[in-house]
Every structure is written in structure tokens, then in C-alpha cells.
């Protein structure tokens, strides 16, 4: 009986007979041909395009969906009371809530309290409360409530706002084109603030000093310095 023996296939670095290099081709390939590596770097070039075509799609859908569930539940005028220790809330002083990244204040404080009903305008004033988004209207920095006079200073190119976020008209109060951006709010018969992200209303144009629409600085030149 005959025992079939492969073709001899000489030691590296020895010479190289024509049956073997024959032998050598016929046999079964290990590992990965430059063919078999070509198609699979095509497949995964196909995939990663796809992939990334997917993603720009549910980049494309994903915020609008965030943006429609953005309701963010604020509390009512109390617990802004309690949550900001000794701000002058009760006065009608921003109370910043991080997590609807806006800025929360009463209207009127002389009315005593907010008032149920839904506002999609942002402006607030049926319901004597307005939320604020913290985006500052010139490059997008947080502005700050001043304590001491009642006014939003923006740390990045000192755009003022008065407490209710109109904007402080001329060149000495910065370079914001209109006042901060609102949201729009619903209060619910238990006084509990809901606040609207999923949108923004733009702010009113800039109004000049001493005019009815801006409310004075409570001191000249609060918190400079
Ligand atoms: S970002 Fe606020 S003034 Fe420029």
C-alpha cells in the first residue's frame, strides 16, 4: 500500500526546486490572503460609513425627542424659598435651577405669589412668574444675579440685564443684541412650576435706561469689582 507523501518543501533558506514552489502554491491557505484582507477592508469601510450615516441620522432625530420630553418640573415659589438659603427670592430675585439651566423669578413679589394657567410665550406676566434660559444672547456664557442690585452681569463681555432679563440698552451695558431668551412655563393649581425647555422664546430688544421696560439697578455699579 502506497502511503501518498506531499512534496517536498525544502528548510528556509535552502534552495528552491520548481515542484516544491509548485507544491507551495497548491496548498490550502493559513490565515489571511491579500484578497480575503482587501474585501474585508472594503466591508468594514462599507460599515463604518454606514455606521456613521446612522449616527448622523439619530443625532438628527435625538434632540428634537430630548427636547420634547425637556419638561423640567421647577417646584412652587416656596421650595425655590427654601432651596436658596438667604437669596432674597421672596423679593423677586433670580433663583437659578441647574437643572432646567434657567433662572426663575416672581414678577410682581407685591402679588404675593404665582398664579395657574400655562404661558407658551415666556413672558410670564398672567401668571407672575418667568423662567429664563442661562444662555446669555451674545455667545452663550451664564450671566449672574447681582444681590446687591437686582441686575444679570455676564462675566464674559459684561452684557447687563435687569432681573427680569431685559437688557440694558447702549454700549456701556455690553454687546448683546436683545434681552435673555424665556420658556415657556405652566403652573399647576398647586402652584408647582413646570418649565418648558424643549424651546426658547427670544428675548425683547434693549430698552434705555429710564424708560418703562427696564427696572433700575437697585445701586449704581452692584457687585463691580
Ligand atoms: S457672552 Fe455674555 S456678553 Fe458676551
Given at each position: 500500500m502506497s502511503v501518498g507523501r506531499s512534496p517536498q518543501v525544502p528548510e528556509f533558506g535552502g534552495p528552491t526546486a520548481a515542484p516544491a514552489i509548485k507544491a507551495l502554491r497548491g496548498r490550502p491557505t493559513t490565515g489571511l490572503s491579500r484578497r480575503t484582507l482587501l474585501r474585508r477592508s472594503l466591508g468594514l469601510g462599507v460599515a463604518l460609513a454606514a455606521a456613521e450615516g446612522l449616527l448622523g441620522m439619530v443625532s438628527f432625530v435625538w434632540p428634537k425627542t430630548t427636547r420634547a420630553s425637556a419638561r423640567v418640573r421647577v417646584g412652587s415659589l416656596g421650595d425655590l424659598i427654601a432651596r436658596n438659603?438667604?437669596?432674597?427670592?421672596?423679593?423677586?430675585f433670580p433663583a437659578y435651577v441647574a437643572d432646567a439651566h434657567a433662572f426663575v423669578m416672581t414678577i410682581d413679589p407685591a402679588k404675593g405669589g404665582w398664579l395657574a394657567g400655562a404661558d407658551?410665550?415666556?413672558?410670564?406676566r398672567t401668571l407672575n412668574v418667568r423662567a429664563l434660559s442661562q444662555r446669555c444672547p451674545h455667545l452663550g456664557c451664564r450671566p449672574n444675579p447681582c444681590v446687591e442690585d437686582f441686575w444679570f452681569r455676564c462675566p464674559c463681555h459684561q452684557s447687563r440685564y435687569d432681573r427680569l432679563g431685559t437688557k440694558a440698552d447702549g454700549v456701556l451695558y455690553g454687546p448683546a443684541p436683545h434681552g435673555m431668551d424665556r420658556f415657556p412655563i405652566e403652573v399647576d393649581g398647586a402652584g408647582v412650576l413646570t418649565v418648558d425647555t424643549s424651546r426658547v422664546v427670544l428675548g425683547p430688544l434693549p430698552v434705555v435706561l429710564g424708560q418703562p421696560g427696564l427696572i433700575p439697578p437697585r445701586v449704581p455699579n452692584g457687585c463691580v469689582g
Amino acid at each position: 500500500m502506497s502511503v501518498g507523501r506531499s512534496p517536498q518543501v525544502p528548510e528556509f533558506g535552502g534552495p528552491t526546486a520548481a515542484p516544491a514552489i509548485k507544491a507551495l502554491r497548491g496548498r490550502p491557505t493559513t490565515g489571511l490572503s491579500r484578497r480575503t484582507l482587501l474585501r474585508r477592508s472594503l466591508g468594514l469601510g462599507v460599515a463604518l460609513a454606514a455606521a456613521e450615516g446612522l449616527l448622523g441620522m439619530v443625532s438628527f432625530v435625538w434632540p428634537k425627542t430630548t427636547r420634547a420630553s425637556a419638561r423640567v418640573r421647577v417646584g412652587s415659589l416656596g421650595d425655590l424659598i427654601a432651596r436658596n438659603g438667604s437669596l432674597p427670592i421672596v423679593d423677586g430675585f433670580p433663583a437659578y435651577v441647574a437643572d432646567a439651566h434657567a433662572f426663575v423669578m416672581t414678577i410682581d413679589p407685591a402679588k404675593g405669589g404665582w398664579l395657574a394657567g400655562a404661558d407658551p410665550t415666556g413672558d410670564g406676566r398672567t401668571l407672575n412668574v418667568r423662567a429664563l434660559s442661562q444662555r446669555c444672547p451674545h455667545l452663550g456664557c451664564r450671566p449672574n444675579p447681582c444681590v446687591e442690585d437686582f441686575w444679570f452681569r455676564c462675566p464674559c463681555h459684561q452684557s447687563r440685564y435687569d432681573r427680569l432679563g431685559t437688557k440694558a440698552d447702549g454700549v456701556l451695558y455690553g454687546p448683546a443684541p436683545h434681552g435673555m431668551d424665556r420658556f415657556p412655563i405652566e403652573v399647576d393649581g398647586a402652584g408647582v412650576l413646570t418649565v418648558d425647555t424643549s424651546r426658547v422664546v427670544l428675548g425683547p430688544l434693549p430698552v434705555v435706561l429710564g424708560q418703562p421696560g427696564l427696572i433700575p439697578p437697585r445701586v449704581p455699579n452692584g457687585c463691580v469689582g
